[in-house]
């Protein structure tokens, strides 16, 4: 997976971070190793990247975006860390 810089990779962001932003590192991970495999359909990450998708699609517009906003903060700051 390329982030922002479009160069550096989740295993490369690993270093100094706290247990939650690992923890979304090796759930993007996981999922992006996946989607490469084309075994997305067995994945477990797969299946709770689309539970999220439906939670989101049922909150109103501005939850959504606050939502969104937080997800979008925490991988902008894991790329800008590096």
Known sequence: MKFLDGVSTIRSLRGGRNEYQNSLLKLLEKTDAALDKEEANH????HFGMEVSRTLDELS???QARKKMKIMKILYELSNDN
């Open 43 to 46: 994945s477990p990450n797969y």
């Open 61 to 63: 517009t501005e939850e």
